[in-house]
């Protein structure tokens, strides 16, 4: 049975690492547990940060050195299967464009879009009205963050797991129900297959990714 089973999980965690993003999402900005993350630029030692002295289009910007301050933690809201928003702890608001906004959600929308090369993405800025996507990339030489609308510039980020607000579950409990058991096995593959919100904590190796790899952590819990 055993020898089944880790069969069996060589060939899902290959697949769940296909699928699986660089962050964690949540259901919604006030939705516990929301996972809080800086956002790196690709090797370098800069992140990206909210100004709230900033003017109405220099408000994102990037800084030389890290900060668990709220200015700095950003969080992935899914408000459906393809479209994900970034939202600023500080701001108390979505990112669009370069500016915060907290009424239409529906008008526009980020999607990393492009595959992720090991731990780093792309962000993207969906414009509904002109059909267009625009990328995030810094801007070298005023330090801040503009969108450009053809991936010459654009930029690869990397999120870097800061802290989960509310996350007190027991590692392994993936769906959150105090219990880590087979039905943990499910929700992760959820999570990891089809991008569910997990209600626990699915980052159970806590490499501050949920991949593949944590499928086989869960196993080694419930099998050890």
């Not at 105090?178 to 943990?184: E, M, Y």
Request: some cysteine; proline content about 3%.
């Amino acid at each position: 049975m055993k020898k089944l089973l880790l069969s069996l999980l060589t060939v899902l965690v290959a697949s769940a690492a296909q699928a699986s993003l660089p962050f964690v999402t949540t259901p919604s900005a006030t939705t516990l547990p929301i996972h809080w993350y800086q956002l790196k630029i690709e090797d370098s030692e800069k992140y990206v940060t909210y100004d709230p002295n900033g003017g109405t289009y220099n408000q994102v910007k990037i800084s030389a050195t890290a900060s668990t301050n709220d200015n700095y933690l950003w969080c992935f809201v899914k408000i459906s299967s393809d479209k994900i928003l970034l939202y600023n702890r500080g701001a108390k608001q979505y990112l669009e464009g370069c500016q915060f906004y907290t009424d239409d959600l529906s008008s526009s929308y980020l999607s990393y879009v492009k595959k992720p090369e090991n731990d780093y993405f792309y962000i993207m800025y969906y414009d509904a009205g002109n059909k267009r996507y625009f990328y995030l990339y810094e801007y070298v030489g005023d330090g801040i963050d503009i969108f450009q609308s053809t991936d010459y510039y654009a930029t690869k980020f990397r999120v870097v797991e800061i802290e989960v607000e509310g996350n007190d579950f027991e590692t392994g409990d993936v769906n959150g129900d105090g219990v880590v058991s087979g039905a943990d096995v499910t929700a992760l593959y959820n999570v990891l297959l089809e991008n569910a919100t997990p209600a626990g904590n699915a980052d159970v190796n806590s490499d501050s990714v949920v991949s593949g790899a944590d499928v086989t952590a869960l196993y080694n819990i419930l099998l050890n």
